[in-house]
Structure formats: C-alpha cells, structure tokens
DNA sequence: CCTTGACCCTCCAGTTACTGGAACCATTAT
DNA sequence: ATAATGGTTCCAGTAACTGGAGGGTCAAGG
C-alpha cells in the first residue's frame, strides 16, 4: 500500500504518518520509486496509533504501548500501568479545568456585559480571587 | 524594581518576564547599565497576567484582557465576550477529557494487571472499542 | 510524444508558552 | 582583588504535528 491508501484506512494525515515515520513508530519499506510501501501489520500500527493518540496517550506512552503490543510475553500488568499513570493525569488535569470552570462561570457571571465599564472579571484578575461562588 | 524583585512579587520566573518583554506584554524602561527597571504598572501587568494564565487564558486572550484593563472605556460586554469564549473551550475541553476517563476506567477495570499476557486494554487499543460499560 | 493531474518525495519553518544553558557584564560583599 | 549574586543576550529544545515550497512518478488522454 501506498501512503494515501494507508492515510485513508487508518484515519491519520499522510503528513502525520511521515512524522510516525521519522521519529521511528512505523518503519514502512520502500519502493524503487522511493515511495513508502506499508504491510497490512504497519496499517494496524498505525490504527492502533491513531486509536491511542485519540485517547490523549502521548507519542512515548503510545512507543511503550506499541512495544507491549508487540511482545507476546509481557505481562497484562505493564499495559495496565501505563494506562493507569495517563488516567491519573486526565483526572488531575479534569480537577485543575473544573477549578478554571468554577471561577471562570462565577466571573461571567458577576459581570453585566453591557455597555458600561465596570467589570468584576478585570477586577478580579487584577486584584486576586478570593471570594466564593454565590 | 530590578527583574527578581518583580519575579519575586509577580511569582512569575524572570526568564517568564523577559519572555513576556519578548512579545511586548510589558516595556519596561532600561537603566544605564543595561538593566531592566520595572514600574509599579508593569508589576500590575504582570501579576495580572499570572492570573489570567493560571486560570488557563492564552496569551492572545491575555493581550486582549490587558489591552481592555488598560482601556477605560471600554464596554464589560467585550471582556465579557472573552472570558465566555475562554468558558466554552474548557468546557469542550471537559468534555473531551470526561470521554477519555470513561473509556480508560473501563478498559483499566477490565484488565487483571497480572503476569498473564491477555489484556484487554491493548485489544481493544487494536480493535476499537464499541462495547459499553459494564 | 506530450501534457495534465493526482499522487508521492524531502526539507524547512511555524505553532504554544515557555525553559535550560552558555557566555558574558554589573554590583555587592569580603 | 576576588567571589558570589544577579543581571544581560542569544540559541536551542520541548510536543506533536501542520503548512508550504520545490520537485519527482505514474497513468490516462489527445
């Protein structure tokens, strides 16, 4: 197969498959015409990439990820703590947006949005928040 | 003020500050020896600015606020208009995130995290996932 | 045989918001 | 005089692509 083949089937950019390319997730053989030649197993790879990447797994996480994949003897254990350390993050990262959300809503809120000048969400910003919701 | 005092009183690193002259979101005035010499309004600015990036604004969002603050006739409508739009990305954003968590917490349940190689977390990192929770 | 168009190639630069480090100058204390 | 501290600039790197320039390949049509 051919980029354009493998780009449509697993869903990425031909672009973002050259980059996997470069930094060494897929190693595609090449043609006489110096195009890449993708096996059905670099397809898989590469869905399995996409797949991933969608779930908010980083490149490394996703190499790790792909090494287990391909190790028939590892243990269930390992794929499961990785997926466990990405969860830990998402849900720090959930806490910390619902923290912005809580002050933000509450600032939008406060604020008339007319045509006049004064403006909690300015103020608010320029001199601390430390009030809570109401 | 020289540059650690207002990084001190800001709690933005100095290589923040001068990045922040960088891109002109402070001017502060120079000394003979070439030093940075900051203003009470430019540690306003800043502080300011630490604000709004904790609370997850970018820097346009942060130029845009700053230009508003320092515009005494402006209408609140305008800040209001930012913060709302800065709102409803983190709520995508929570969104997106609450999705992630889902699936993740289910496949990391599904998985034994044991010695043994069967995981389902990889096939269904290969497979796609359609199944619901459990 | 030539051209057109769709595809492919590589390489460079830009994105966001900093951060680290090298190499160097100024000020202050001993 | 010297050493420590803190200031300066500039370059490079981070994550994960994305866009674009400039050019090669291939199949079909005239």
Redesign the interface.
């Known amino acids: 197969m051919k980029i354009g083949e493998v780009a449509e089937r697993s869903g990425l950019p031909a672009k973002t498959i050259r980059y996997y390319e470069d930094i060494a997730l897929v190693t595609p053989k090449r043609g006489g015409n110096g195009y890449r030649r993708f096996a059905e197993t670099d397809l898989?790879k590469l869905?399995?990439l996409g797949?991933?990447r969608s779930?908010?797994f980083s490149i490394e996480d996703c190499r790790n990820?792909l090494a287990?994949?391909d190790d028939?003897?590892?243990?269930?254990?390992d794929?499961?703590?990785i997926?466990?350390g990405?969860?830990a993050r998402?849900?720090s990262?959930?806490a910390e947006?619902?923290a912005?959300?809580a002050?933000?809503?509450h600032?939008?809120h406060e604020?008339?949005?007319?045509?006049?000048?004064?403006?909690p969400?300015?103020s608010?910003?320029?001199a601390?928040?430390e009030q809570d919701a109401d």
């Open positions: 898989h869905t399995f797949r991933a779930l908010g990820l287990l994949y028939r003897s590892r243990a269930s254990a794929v499961k703590a997926a466990q990405h969860l998402i849900e990262k959930l947006l619902e912005m959300r002050t933000l809503t600032l939008v604020c008339a949005g007319d045509q006049r000048s004064f403006c969400i300015l608010d910003l320029a601390g928040i």
